[in-house]
Each structure stands twice: as C-alpha cells, then as structure tokens.
C-alpha cells in the first residue's frame, strides 16, 4: 500500500449521484489501472491509463470514466450511481512493460 | 476473456501444518501469474508470480506450480503461521499487461 494513496477511503451516496475517487501513486510508478472489488469477490479490472490514454478497457459501461494527469496521479468517475456500485475501489499502479502491481488500500463505495 | 476458478474458498489449518490453493486458468495465451494476499482493511499484496517458462518458484515458505498443460497453478504455504491468515487471490494475463483476471478468493484461517 505504501506505493499508492488513495481518497477517500469510505464515501456513502445515493443512487443517480455521481462519484469521483482519486489515486496518487509515489514516484517510479507510471501506470494507474482501476479495478471493482464487490464484497467476496476478487478485483474486476476497469480500465487502464497511462500517459494519460486510456489503453485498456474491462467490461464496464462508459457511466464509469476516468482520467490521467501529468504527475500520474488518476481519477475514476462514475456516474448514475446504481446499487451494484457498492465495492471496494481499488488502484494498482506499475510501470509499463513490467506486470508488478502495487494496489491501494482502495475506497469503499456505498450506494443507497 | 479469460476465465480464472479458485478453489476453495475457505480453508483452515493447523498452525505449523501446509496450505495448498489451486487456481485454473482457461486462456492458452496467459503466461504471468501472480498471487496476492489481501488482508482486513488492505489492497492486495503480492506475494509471489510465475511465468510460464518455468514450472516452480520458491520464495522461503511460499512456492508456487505452474502446469500449463492442465492450464492449472497452485499455491503453496509450509510451516503456515497466525499471519498468514488472510484472503488470498489468484490471477492470470498475458506478461507486461496489467488487466489481471482474478480468481474468487480463498480466506485462509491458521489455527493456533
């Protein structure tokens, strides 16, 4: 976890709200992926960004976006917030080309 | 895409005594394979990876197996002690892509 922070670690909303969470990775790291945790699950990937392109995409619908910036950091937007949005949010960062990723300690999303 | 089962889901032993968790993968073109470790409150944790090229990794009391012809890979624990108690992860991908496909989780519990 020491290679990533993310915020907020728990947020509550209510359905049709929108949401943004926010990854800051420590320097070295120049790839943000974005994965969903539903309770008892394992992570489901998102999406993937670097160089501030989203470069892969997992089975999600475009109300989940996201966004790279300069000093790498990453957001992930969702919007129309659905019951099912309810999980743990969790960034990995990592450096393009290699496969080791470091996850956050992630945000917990309740939809109400 | 690819599909990754885990099995089990839960398992408990003896302090001191070995754990196995078995995964199988169902993509021929998947050749990295990591293990993470989840813990209350915590992103997932790598705790060890193959590639396909070799069949067995060792890291102290941690050692993985590769079959890829049974497209299968197991994780294994000696000597398991009270820290080890936490969820652990499977996952499979193509080696320098980070959109990782996880297995469900097994919850390991160490009996004091």
Redesign the interface.
Known sequence: ?AGVTQSPTHLIKTRGQQVTLRCSPKSGHD?V?W?QQAL??????IF?YYEEEER?R?NFPDRFSGHQFPNYSSELNVNALLLGDSALY?C?V?QA??????????SRLTVL | GENVEQHPSTLSVQEGDSAVIKCTYSDSASNYFPWYKQELGKGPQLIIDIRSNVGEKKDQRIAVTLNKTAKHFSLHITETQPEDSAVYFCAATVFGNEKLTFGTGTRLTIIP
């Open positions: 976890d790839t992926s994965y008892g699950q394992g992570p489901q990937f993937q892969q997992g969790l990995a990592g080309g290699a496969n080791v990723l470091t996850f956050g300690a992630g």
